[in-house]
T-cell receptor
Framework: ETGVTQTPRHLVMGMTNKKSLKCEQH?????MYWYKQSAKKPLELMFVYSLEERVENNSVPSRFSPECPNSSHLFLHLHTLQPEDSALYLC???????????FGDGTRLSIL | QKEVEQNSGPLSVPEGAIASLNCTYSDRGSQSFFWYRQYSGKSPELIMFIYSNGDKEDGRFTAQLNKASQYVSLLIRDSQPSDSATYLC???????????????FGQGTILTVHP
């Protein structure tokens, strides 16, 4: 139990579907993150939220749309994805931007 | 040049030996350094973090940082088969501004500890 819960754990969707990934942290942290992990590539930071405000958008395509309604919840809305978007999507949280980040178990996304 | 470089391995060590994992980074403004362990099919798990030059020990794990050489390492003493995993090095530039929360990861080193 990491204190960061992601749902769903697995998701298969077609390129025209719309779906959302959810992340909830129970650690009392004030910063949350989305990462993408593809095979044989380093973890890539996608978005950073601090106190529910987005502070980083790491050149991510607009077909990925994050939402952070409060400091405990983070969503990643997906639409019109491409096959190369198939990957493990990881959520993380931390107390401030310099403290260690703690990861959830991830959502394994497959685009048909 | 990659921002954070790790030897992808696999690094194979016998049970009970010391495993030495290395990481170099290119940004001299880097201030915070983290080691994560990732088992196959699982998420990264924080093992150690270090901010100052020198050694930091926690149980069987020792992190070593040399900012002048832009080098950070992780030593695992008395390696166990359960230590077999991918070890990720992550580096963060100084605080605030555009570097807020921005971790840069290496590709990871696969460690195998054989009985």
């Amino acid at each position: 139990e990491t204190g960061v819960t992601q749902t769903p754990r697995h998701l298969v969707m077609g390129m025209t579907n719309k779906k959302s990934l959810k992340c909830e942290q129970h650690l009392g942290h004030n910063a949350m993150y989305w990462y993408k992990q593809s095979a044989k590539k380093p973890l890539e930071l996608m978005f950073v939220y601090s106190l529910e405000e987005r502070v980083e958008n790491n050149s991510v395509p607009s077909r990925f749309s994050p939402e952070c309604p409060n400091s405990s919840h983070l969503f990643l809305h997906l639409h019109t994805l491409q096959p190369e978007d198939s990957a493990l999507y990881l959520c993380a949280s931390s107390q401030g931007g310099n403290q260690p980040q703690h990861f959830g178990d991830g959502t394994r996304l497959s685009i048909l | 040049q990659k921002e954070v470089e790790q030897n992808s391995g696999p690094l194979s060590v016998p049970e009970g030996a010391i495993a030495s994992l290395n990481c170099t980074y290119s940004d001299r403004g880097s201030q915070s350094f983290f080691w994560y362990r990732q088992y196959s099919g699982k998420s990264p798990e924080l093992i150690m973090f270090i901010y100052s030059n020198g050694d930091k020990e926690d149980g069987r794990f020792t992190a070593q940082l040399n900012k002048a050489s832009q080098y950070v390492s992780l030593l695992i003493r008395d390696s166990q088969p359960s230590d077999s995993a991918t070890y990720l090095c992550a580096v963060k530039r100084g605080s605030g501004g555009t570097s807020y929360g921005k971790l840069t990861f290496g590709q990871g080193t696969i460690l195998t500890v054989h009985p």
